[in-house]
């Protein structure tokens, strides 16, 4: 009997023994591609990007320049790896609708929107970003304006300027440049 658990104990183990190196070789010591696969990542730079999952719900694509940009409301996504980044608007692309929120903006003689630092100019019965636009319309900057095509009009202490049935209030832009803002409109009623 002494004889048979003996060899019982050995064989058992041989077999645990036999288990654990078996159990060792899974992914420990040698490398296996097939379980740990090798990427090698590039270094990480000052500059980081945001990457998101999903598009906002509306979104629209846009075709510019043989790039794919998405659009909506204000903000531009370009697609970076299996995701979205957001990305400033290319010049002369052109979006079905203006983000909610944009300023209605005279300068010179022509209509412009504002949204953020970006202008829209109507295109059609659409609208195309543009480069900041240059005031050419006035002499120094200050509430002088020369134009013909605007009435000045001072209402409670300040001054206005009337085209039509709406009214604009000038202001200088960040670049010292003249740009008329839709204030109001007059009522139609008689």
Same mark, same amino acid.
């Given at each position: 009997? /002494?004889?048979?658990?003996?060899? $019982? ?7 645990? *023994? ?27 730079? *000052?500059? *980081?990007? *945001? ?6 719900? $509306? ?23 299996? =995701? ?5 608007? !290319?010049? =002369?692309?052109?979006? !079905?609708?203006?983000?909610? =929120? ?5 300068? $010179?003689?022509? !209509? ?39 009435? /000045? ?15 604009? /209030?000038?202001?200088?832009? /960040?670049? =010292? ?14």
């Amino acid at each position: 009997m /002494k004889k048979y658990l003996v060899c $019982g104990l050995v064989l058992l183990m041989l077999f645990i *023994s036999f288990s654990a190196s078996a159990q060792y070789g899974r992914g420990h010591g040698r490398y296996n591609s097939r379980y740990a696969p090798y990427h090698r990542y590039p270094s990480r730079t *000052s500059v *980081s990007v *945001s990457v998101i999952a999903r598009l906002p719900f $509306g979104a629209i694509g846009v075709n510019f320049g043989n790039r794919y940009y998405h659009y909506h409301n204000g903000t531009y996504y370009r697609p970076y790896n299996r =995701g979205y980044i957001i990305v400033p608007p !290319p010049v =002369g692309i052109i979006v !079905p609708a203006l983000p909610y =929120g944009a300023a209605h903006v005279i300068i $010179g003689s022509h !209509p412009y929107y504002r949204y953020d630092d970006v202008f829209y100019a109507p295109y059609g019965n659409r609208y195309r970003v543009v480069d900041e636009p240059r005031e050419d319309d006035y002499n120094d900057g200050a509430d002088n304006v020369v134009t013909s095509e605007y009435e /000045k009009v001072v209402l409670e202490g300040k001054t206005y300027y009337k085209k039509g049935d709406k009214y604009y /209030k000038a202001s200088v832009n /960040k670049s =010292g440049e003249v740009i008329y803002e839709e204030v109001g409109e007059t009522s139609k009623s008689d």
